[in-house]
């Protein structure tokens, strides 16, 4: 089973401030996708990546494929205390399962 | 597009009772469903694969006897908790796999909880 690591694990930062989220994983994904979770509710389909070294933007949200396709990055630009929540990366094993990173829980205070 | 329902939100059972969920995709086809089990503050654990039509695939360490799953048409899937424990309370989320075959869209859960 391939594993995903996402660092970190928790992040408090200020409204305003920059951020970034990684996930690695020493496995090939054929795609990796990445969620937001809010308490209580079901992950959010942020933005799904396929090709290797490829960007994609979501108004402040910045999403990355490593070039091999073994990692990925968020960037959040200027956060907002609405984007707190549970941010969560998944990689796709095989044909079908999707394999979940730890979890990254964002906090941004006001 | 790609709206996922599950059913009940919340349930409450007695230990030894039996509770069926409902996940449902409402504006597409899924031949494939996903039920997952999250504990607090931690991420998603994959339970099974839910195909239409056949069986379902569990994880390793996965119970098959007693989370029974059914996905009886290319819309519903259901995931039934037999002999509740108390040990079974979580939060179980079913996903269902998009047309386009990459992504996989969330259910907004269920709270098992039983006493």
């Known amino acids: 089973t391939q594993l995903l690591e996402q660092s970190p694990q928790f992040l408090s930062i200020q409204e305003g401030e920059n951020l970034t989220v990684y996930c690695n994983s020493s496995s090939v994904f054929s795609s990796l996708q990445w969620y937001r979770q809010e308490p209580g509710e079901g992950p959010v389909l942020l933005v799904t990546v396929v090709t290797g070294g490829e960007v994609k933007k979501l108004k402040r949200l910045t999403f990355q494929f490593g070039d091999a396709r073994k990692d990925s990055s968020l960037h959040i630009t200027a956060a907002q205390p609405g984007d707190t929540g549970l941010y969560l990366c998944a990689g796709r094993e095989g044909a079908q399962k999707l394999v979940f990173g730890q979890g990254t829980r964002l906090t941004i205070n006001p | 597009g790609a709206v996922v329902s599950q059913h009940p939100s919340r349930v409450i059972c007695k230990s030894g009772t039996s509770v069926k969920i409902e996940c449902r995709s409402l504006d597409f086809q899924a031949t494939t469903m996903f039920w997952y089990r999250q504990f607090p503050k931690q991420s998603l654990m994959l339970m099974a694969t839910s195909n239409e039509g056949s069986k379902a695939t569990y994880e390793q360490g996965v119970e098959k006897d007693k989370f029974l799953i059914n996905h009886a048409s290319l819309t519903l899937s259901t995931l039934t908790v037999t002999s509740a424990h108390p040990e079974d309370s979580s939060f179980y989320i079913c996903?269902?796999?998009?047309?386009?075959?990459?992504?996989?869209?969330f259910g907004p859960g269920t709270r098992l909880t039983v006493t």
């Open positions: 996903s269902a796999e998009g047309q386009g075959g990459y992504e996989q869209y």
